[in-house]
């Protein structure tokens, strides 16, 4: 790599981290863990059958604005869109602990990521553009365990660990991978009133390792999802979303103090769930008041079947 290659990547690095534009956090703008993954029956696990349950969720995300820590648009062009495809194994048991049901579960996931970002610096304009379509990092969940604490009420908690598995590279725009660990307890619930009328909330929270690659760690991120809707047979129709909030800051040399992200997201969501057929749920969010990072929209399919 050429001496002024290599100055234009560490500018534009540098501006997607914060340090010159300072609109991000979290290292090049990118959350932990995936948004938008519970919404309704979040509190409830799959039946324990002989074989598991298998899904497939995808998501699609795209945002062409950067905000700033006043939730001012950063003067850049910025796009960025990814599609996420996960494959997913979960396995809940008949074994007994702590009262509850059993289980654990991994999700294999696979990013097509197009970024494009253009800064006018002293030297002139620098444009840079990845597309990369790799394996994601992997998640596996050891820990799972559900309580039925009355007829209409469902709590279960899992313990993750995302691993740095994913395909990465630190000289590009974007990558798939994170290079970090990160370990993440929750918390989900699911109330249905007589009526049919559901609450359902997912809480977690996020723990980083840091970047040994650049030295970056992630402050604690936590996450709240959630969805309220009315059962029509086996429909559930209503809205769902989500609040992300960086606990604390970044970590990195050089790095000032207070760019912690947040955005909050909603919009309708759609659940189907019948016993022998695949449960289906679908939901098209739209991003607000988004605080050191992107802001956009996001759209996500998820089905899974009992074996």
């Given at each position: 790599?050429?001496?002024?290659?290599?100055n234009?990547?560490?500018?534009?690095?540098?501006?997607?981290?914060?340090?010159?534009?300072?609109?991000?956090?979290?290292?090049?703008?990118?959350?932990?863990?995936?948004?938008?993954?519970?919404?309704?029956?979040?509190?409830?696990?799959?039946?324990?059958?002989?074989?598991?349950?298998?899904?497939?969720?995808?998501?699609?995300?795209?945002?062409?604005?950067?905000?700033?820590?006043?939730?001012?648009?950063?003067?850049?062009d910025?796009?960025?869109?990814?599609?996420?495809?996960?494959?997913?194994?979960?396995?809940?048991?008949?074994?007994?602990?702590?009262?509850?049901?059993?289980?654990?579960?991994?999700?294999?996931?696979?990013?097509?990521?197009?970024?494009?970002?253009?800064?006018?610096?002293?030297?002139?304009?620098?444009?840079?553009?990845?597309?990369?379509?790799?394996?994601?990092?992997?998640?596996?969940?050891?820990?799972?365990?559900?309580?039925?604490?009355?007829?209409n009420?469902?709590?279960?908690?899992?313990?993750?660990?995302?691993?740095?598995?994913?395909?990465?590279?630190?000289?590009?725009?974007?990558?798939?991978?994170?290079?970090h660990?990160?370990?993440?307890?929750?918390?989900?619930?699911?109330?249905?009133s007589?009526?049919?009328?559901?609450?359902?909330?997912?809480?977690?929270?996020?723990?980083?390792?840091?970047?040994?690659?650049?030295?970056?760690?992630?402050?604690?991120?936590?996450?709240?999802?959630?969805?309220?809707?009315?059962?029509?047979?086996?429909?559930?129709?209503?809205?769902?979303?989500?609040?992300?909030?960086?606990?604390?800051?970044d970590?990195?040399?050089?790095?000032?103090?207070?760019?912690?992200?947040?955005?909050l997201?909603?919009?309708?969501?759609?659940?189907?769930?019948?016993?022998?057929?695949?449960?289906?749920?679908?939901?098209?969010?739209?991003?607000?008041?988004?605080?050191?990072?992107?802001?956009?929209?996001?759209?996500?399919?998820?089905?899974?079947?009992?074996?």
């Open positions: 790599m050429n001496h002024k290659k290599k234009a990547q560490t500018l534009v690095f540098a501006g997607l981290m914060g340090l010159a534009g300072g609109a991000l956090a979290t290292e090049n703008g990118a959350p932990t863990t995936a948004f938008g993954v519970y919404d309704f029956g979040a509190g409830m696990m799959p039946p324990t059958t002989p074989n598991g349950t298998v899904g497939l969720r995808t998501n699609w995300y795209k945002a062409t604005v950067q905000k700033d820590r006043r939730g001012d648009d950063v003067p850049n910025f796009s960025l869109s990814v599609l996420s495809l996960g494959l997913a194994y979960i396995r809940m048991t008949d074994y007994n602990l702590f009262g509850a049901r059993y289980g654990f579960s991994t999700v294999v996931p696979f990013f097509k990521m197009d970024a494009e970002v253009g800064i006018d610096t002293p030297a002139g304009r620098l444009e840079l553009a990845a597309d990369p379509f790799r394996l994601a990092d992997i998640q596996v969940t050891p820990l799972i365990l559900e309580w039925k604490l009355a007829p009420l469902f709590v279960n908690t899992q313990f993750q660990i995302q691993a740095p598995t994913g395909d990465y590279d630190r000289n590009r725009l974007v990558s798939p991978g994170l290079n660990w990160t370990f993440s307890p929750m918390v989900n619930a699911t109330w249905i007589e009526t049919g009328f559901e609450v359902s909330s997912s809480f977690q929270v996020d723990f980083n390792t840091r970047n040994d690659a650049t030295d970056y760690k992630n402050g604690t991120e936590y996450r709240h999802e959630f969805a309220v809707g009315q059962h029509f047979g086996p429909w559930t129709a209503g809205i769902g979303g989500y609040y992300y909030r960086q606990f604390s800051d970590d990195a040399p050089n790095l000032t103090t207070g760019n912690r992200a947040r955005v997201a909603v919009g309708p969501a759609l659940g189907f769930v019948q016993p022998g057929l695949p449960a289906v749920w679908l939901h098209a969010y739209k991003e607000f008041e988004a605080r050191n990072r992107a802001e956009g929209y996001a759209v996500a399919l998820r089905v899974g079947v009992s074996f």
